[in-house]
């Protein structure tokens, strides 16, 4: 019995309450939400915890597991608070500050978010994470130059951190610096060999400025190390486009409709932002209309004369304007 109660002390200490009366009851709640959270029941668990609170729990510890909790049910405001009292408690909390940050991101609060991770930075200059992460968030504020500070700043304290050559990537892909934003994530490529997102997004990029063949062996190695079977289907369907265009092959889509005043409406509802594949399974009468009106790859010969040459005069993405048909009027898209 005295262990046992010796045992309760200490996880009482830890939690910031006396014992043994109120403080075994809160330990009680805390072992229930720890035994909870084992089974992957975190509501159930955040219940425990927070009735260990109403009873009294109030360490720095205790706070930071209960913010974890809300941060995994969803409860981002009270992660927040859970959080700032913790740092009340004990202001030298480096991951703390971190996870404020990530709290008031979750929260759209991008200010607040940036605010604490630069605390974060002046606790632990050196912390190349605590760096990337801020780049990230700059750039998320749009403020590109702060961003690109930071993950200067990030590379020269660690030259192997892979975060920033992918936030790297994705800085210099938003300015259309496509050469640029290839070569940071073949370094990330280079430092993650298993890195999917990589591979994906050079072959992306590769593909985009017409270098099909290069876009082609990446795609591949993105497939090769997908582990998720949707992520793997996707990655098929863009090699299955890559290997068309390569193979000369187009893609379109169209709608169909009865008469061209109803065709003429549907260019001017495409013209103020509609979207092509949702009106073609609203309005169209051809038989992929659930397929939002893809016509899938086809060759030279494979479609009706009259589709394949309005297709081919097409530039990508352009739509075609009303053409007749014997069986209606069309309105084409070209998508490769």
Do not use: C, W
């Amino acid at each position: 019995m005295r262990g046992s109660m010796k045992f309760i002390g200490l996880i009482a200490a830890a939690i910031g309450m006396a014992t043994p009366a109120s403080g075994q009851a809160i330990v009680e709640a805390v072992q229930r939400g720890d035994s909870l959270l084992a089974q992957g029941q975190p509501k159930q668990a955040l219940a425990e915890y927070e009735k260990a609170r109403e009873l009294g729990a109030g360490s720095a510890i205790f706070l930071n597991r209960l913010a974890s909790l809300y941060m995994q049910t969803g409860g981002y405001r009270q992660a927040a608070e859970s959080l700032q009292q913790s740092l009340a408690e004990d202001p030298r909390q480096l991951p703390v500050y971190s996870a404020l940050g990530e709290a008031f991101l979750a929260m759209s609060q991008l200010d607040s978010s940036i605010f604490y991770v630069e605390q974060a930075s002046i606790l632990a200059p050196s912390s190349t994470k605590v760096h990337s992460t801020l780049g990230y968030l700059y750039m998320q504020a749009g403020q590109s130059e702060r961003a690109r500070e930071r993950l200067d700043r990030a590379l020269a304290l660690d030259a192997k951190n892979a975060e920033a050559y992918r936030l790297y990537g994705y800085y210099y892909a938003e300015k259309d610096s496509v050469d640029q934003a290839i070569e940071q994530y073949q370094k990330l490529a280079e430092l993650s060999p298993d890195n999917v997102e990589a591979y994906n997004n050079i072959a992306f990029l590769l593909a985009g400025t017409g270098r099909y063949a290069a876009a082609l062996e990446y795609y591949k190695r993105a497939k090769d190390q997908a582990q998720d079977p949707y992520l793997a289907q996707a990655i098929t369907a863009k090699i299955e486009e890559v290997q068309a265009v390569l193979a000369g092959e187009m893609r379109a889509r169209y709608i169909l409709v009865e008469t061209e005043a109803s065709a003429l409406e549907i260019l001017e509802k495409i013209a103020q932002g509609a979207d092509f594949s949702q009106l073609a399974q609203q309005l169209s009468i051809a038989p992929n209309a659930n397929q939002g009106g893809d016509l899938g790859f086809f060759g030279p010969g494979e479609l009706m004369p009259e589709i394949e040459e309005v297709v081919v005069k097409l530039k990508v993405g352009e739509l075609s304007p009303v053409v007749e048909l014997p069986v209606g009027y069309i309105v084409v898209q070209r998508l490769n």
